[in-house]
């Protein structure tokens, strides 16, 4: 499914649907009501991560995240400066850039301000119908790592994505990025819970104690050994949240508190391993250096057939 820049949807584009049309409601921990996993915790419980954010509703459940509290903060005074800043620097009017897993055009219309030619994909129809993005962006419902875009970027952004994504889902997507990269283009993305954060820490604790309730966590070293592994090499990295997020409670407390804890952190040159969430940005090695699928005992992904 293409849509355009005003987020109009045509359902007569090809639309990939395996993996994402069973029953949701079969799948454990999924509310098919509402469109996302419960409880709303880091890790949609879901078997696949391609299952989730599919019902009605799903984006417009997503941007509420955004509105109001620690993570609207986060996004307003932390983040968004953030990747404003690198993809400025990676930008230009003949560049392009491919924002995977983009939802509803979050980190899309950041892009859309310093390249000039953007493509979002989604295998969400629900967030992609949530999505309002400018004339210099498009939108698929496909899922490259089935089906290929047939062409290659300078630089592809993925955010909020690898952790919440199971290992084999990870790195699916990881190789699907790789095939969609120019060879000297960049994968710009982030993890939102560190596990050598504090919040990490309790929720590796919570996953001893309720392991039926999983929350997923991934260290710097575990990203690093992932990304490796899938033929990219890491250039830079930037650790940012540093205020322990406490959930949905105390929220105007954490619009107030998280740009100066920010601040007074980073002045005390506080370490990274602290910080909640990191950003990565990542080139890809040539083909000869990366390791075999056999080397890593692992099936092969689908190779991508061409399409629209």
């Known amino acids: 499914m293409a849509c355009d820049g005003d987020g109009r ?3 007569d584009i090809l ?8 029953d949701a409601a079969s799948v454990r921990g999924f509310d098919a009501q509402r469109g996302h996993s419960l409880p709303n915790r880091d890790t949609p419980p879901c078997r696949s991560y391609r299952l989730c954010h599919q019902a009605a509703g799903a984006g417009r459940d997503y941007d509420k995240t955004f509105e109001a509290g620690y993570s609207a903060a986060l ?7 953030l990747i404003e800043s690198q993809l400025r620097s990676l930008g230009g009017r003949d560049r392009t850039i491919l924002d995977f897993a983009c939802g509803t055009g979050r980190i899309t219309r950041l892009a859309a301000m310093f390249f000039g030619t ?13 999505a309002s993005v400018p004339e210099n962006v498009t939108l698929y419902c496909i899922d490259i790592t089935k089906l290929s875009l047939a062409r290659t970027f300078d630089v592809v952004t ?7 994504a199971e290992d ?6 990881l190789q699907a990025i790789y095939r969609h990269l120019h060879a000297d283009g960049v994968l710009v993305c982030n993890i939102h819970l560190n596990a050598t954060s504090p919040i990490g820490l309790i929720s590796r604790g919570l996953n001893w104690a309720y392991p039926s309730t999983p929350r997923n966590t991934l260290t710097l070293n575990q990203f690093s050994k992932v990304l490796k592994e899938e033929g990219f090499d890491i250039l830079n990295t930037r650790s940012y949240g540093y205020l322990p997020r406490p959930g949905r409670l105390f929220p105007r407390l ?7 804890f920010e601040r007074v952190c980073r002045a005390l040159k506080v370490p990274g391993w602290l910080a909640e969430n990191y950003g990565s940005i990542s080139a890809p090695r040539p083909a000869s250096g990366r390791r075999t699928p ?15």
Do not use: H, Y
Request: charged fraction near 25%; charge should be positive; glycine fraction near 4%.
């Open 9 to 11: 949807c045509d359902s």
């Open 15 to 22: 639309q990939v649907k395996e993996d994402i049309g069973r």
């Open 75 to 81: 996004w307003q005074k932390i983040e968004k400066p």
């Open 118 to 130: 953007v493509i979002g994909v989604d295998v969400s129809e629900a967030m992609l119908m949530s």
């Open 158 to 164: 993925a955010f909020r994505f690898f952790l919440n």
């Open 168 to 173: 084999t889902l990870r790195r699916e997507a």
């Open 254 to 260: 954490c619009q107030l508190l998280v740009e100066p």
């Open 294 to 308: 056999c080397s890593r005992r692992r099936t092969a992904a689908p190779s991508a057939a061409p399409t629209g």
